[in-house]
């Protein structure tokens, strides 16, 4: 009798376990069957849950761009996404990171946290948001071919017990299999994407062969045009037929040039004619609350995202055309002048000017035509690159005059002019900006409003200088008017932008952004500007010169000739009810004792410093003769900023770097529980960094545009407490690091990893 009661038991145990077997093996069969990625990650999470009598799972597949995991989710009709970074902020992202099993039995246990790493949190907001309390958490992580590929996260068992070791075993063959199952669909997303292209509609419906899409392709390489032109130029295939394809596979509306188009005046306010044209989009027309965008690639998530920047509080709407037609558009939308001739060209002009001077025993005018075309082109073609500077060199003798360009903080040659008209070019650029053209001797100072010469709505700060043989460099700083760059696009680390807009919002202090002269000071504190500039709040600011202008702002510009420093316009400003007053610079103790005194009286002050760090900025002050005590109540927080090239978006190319490159970089961000903290990406065998190439658009160089790096010091307590003791600089920058600020260098090695810049370029424009 005992031994058929032992029998009948053995025989109810085993029941279960081959319920799961045959539940887990059709689970198996589906993972794999899968058509597609939402089918593992969505479908059959209910089923996984089941399985393992769990009240909640989330499946996270790895983002290898953004070091993220990824959980897909239904909400109505749409697919959301929820992303978590791997690291210890979260259990599944340390997990993930740490390539392990996680079984914890109470996540509210900090003690049970910090037994598993010192450094695990968990993120409890999730709870208060939904009303769910978790509480016991199996994160096993998906690995397969030494990739981590995802995760499966377990949360509560539902007879409220802990994850048993039966459960960890079971989990981590279901993590194997779903293993191969994401490998599959990686491989298939690949696949699947390598095979798609922007002309399957005409392939498909046999307006073209495959063999002369190829050839149509390498026609439009050799000739430097765009695809599209060619096969409707060369093959004849109609305009309605190729916008169509384009429009099939970008999911987007197709639209061609209307010349009866209006000109869209409010839309184009404000945005550069280079930039349009260097991005390939222009605004159309409007639609309501809806902004009609024709662009040339809606698949490039930056570009979209730049464009959208621009138009913030409106629903932007992107229609696919032909880069020619957004080129026609831009040149019907702004200008109707005649095409300025080539360089070229007018030096030919003026070399048959200079033979009709030499017959009639003369000399080369500065307000000869063709000398007025040279300067008018130099200072064009320099803006429509994106210079900040252009330098005219002239050298003794027969030598001719050297033309550079400053683009992205490096200077290169843009044309050499004959020796000949080196001092009309001279004479020229001197009339313009209102100098004496009779001294030679002495630097001068001046300014071109050069919208009254060429067209361009754009000022040039001008400095002749004599140099050697009795001739004069000019250097002109191009200074654009634009708006302001919003906050968020600044490129600032998130610690330092979460702690940056604290800082900004606060009713009363100051705030300085320090670095070298061209580190972009002023537009962050413009962006800063923009971010708090609302109806409530007086706004004042006193610029050398007003570069970039803001609906809103109270600005004023600086005379110093006339005894109307920044001193004067700060005393000004304090009688005019100011809430926020921003100084272009404080460069003398008079300046800087105002801006003090007003941010100690309730006012919001900004301002800038040529110092090369932050802590540095603190003995600078000190040194200049101000309180301690005063300063250390008065500072919120100090920026230090510099510019870096980045890699062209185009032609940057992926790379997996050797152990000995990956070394190197951890070695040049010093502290490694810091790296852990603010980069925390490991070295594995799919990580990929970025390296220059070079392309048509970045001139060869592999570099296009800049960005910012910075590193921000805190007026914390104990930070105001040094500098009312009047510590050296060490102390200061060891107690910044202990309030968690990241220093130029790391800041820069951070966005190495992110694939922006690469070391060469972050070693130029910082030591530490």
Known sequence: MATATAKKQDNQAVKPDLDYKTRSQ???????AASNLDEILIDLKEEIAQLFEAERITIYYVDGVKRELVSRFKSGAEISEIRVPLSGSSISGYASFKQQLVNIKDVYDKKELASIDPGLKFDSSWDLKTGF?????????????????????????KDGSSFSKNDEKNVLELA???????????????????????????????????????????????????????????????KSDVGESLS????????????????????????KVPFMKKNKWVPLRSEDDDVIIAVDNPHDLQKIGEIKSLFTGRNVKFYISFTEEIMSYIEMFTTDEKEMASMDEILGQLAAEEDEVEEA?????????????????????AYNRGASDIHIEPYPGKNNTQVRIRIDGSCTLYQNIPYQYRAAVASRL??????????????????????????LDIELRVATIPSQGALE?????????????????????????????????????????????????????????????????????????????????RQVQVQAKIGFDFAAAMRAFLRADPDVIMVGEMRDKETTSIGIEASLTGHLVFSTLHTNSAPESITRLLDMGMDPFNFADAILCILAQRLVRTLCKKCKTPFHPTQEQYDELIREYEDMAMFEKHVNIPYTDDLELN????????????????????????????MKKKIQINEKMEVLRAQAVADDMTSLKQDGIAKIFGGNCDLVEVRKVCIK
């Open 248 to 271: 099939k596979y970008f999911n987007v509306p197709f639209i061609e040039f209307n010349k009866q188009m209006p000109i869209p005046t409010d839309l184009l306010e404000g945005i």
């Open 176 to 238: 194997e299999n779903m293993g191969i199952g994401l490998y599959n669909q990686k491989r298939m997303a690949k696949a699947t994407k390598s095979k798609r292209n922007k002309y399957d509609h005409l392939l498909e419906n046999h307006i073209l062969t495959q063999k002369e899409l190829k050839k149509a392709i390498m026609d439009a390489r050799e000739k430097n045009v765009t695809t599209e032109s060619i096969l409707m130029e060369d093959y004849k295939i109609p």
């Open 691 to 718: 390296q220059p190439a070079g392309c048509d658009k970045c001139n060869q160089t592999g570099y296009s545009g800049r960005m910012g790096l910075h590193e921000l010091l805190l007026g914390t307590d104990e």
């Open 26 to 32: 059709n689970l198996n069969k589906k993972i794999f």
């Open 133 to 157: 309390q978790t509480k016991q958490v199996l994160v096993v992580p998906i690995i397969f071919k030494r990739l981590l590929l995802g995760a499966i996260q377990l949360i509560n068992r």
């Open 361 to 381: 025993a003369g000399s080369m005018d500065e307000e000869s035509s063709a000398v007025v075309q040279v300067v008018n082109k130099i200072i064009i073609d």
């Open 473 to 553: 460099d000019i250097v002109m700083r191009i200074l654009a008017a634009g708006e302001p760059i919003p906050l968020p696009n600044m490129g600032l680390a998130k610690r330092n932008y979460d702690e940056f807009v604290e800082c900004i919002t606060k009713p009363y202090g100051i705030c300085f952004v320090c670095g070298p002269t061209g580190s972009g000071k002023t537009t962050t504190l413009h962006s800063a500007l923009g971010y708090i500039n609302t109806p409530e709040k007086k706004i004042w600011t006193a610029e050398d010169p007003v570069e970039i202008t803001q609906k809103g702002l």
């Open 430 to 455: 001197k009339i313009m900006a209102d100098l004496d053209i009779a001294e030679r001797r002495k630097p001068q100072d001046g300014k071109i409003k050069f919208k009254k010469y060429g067209g």
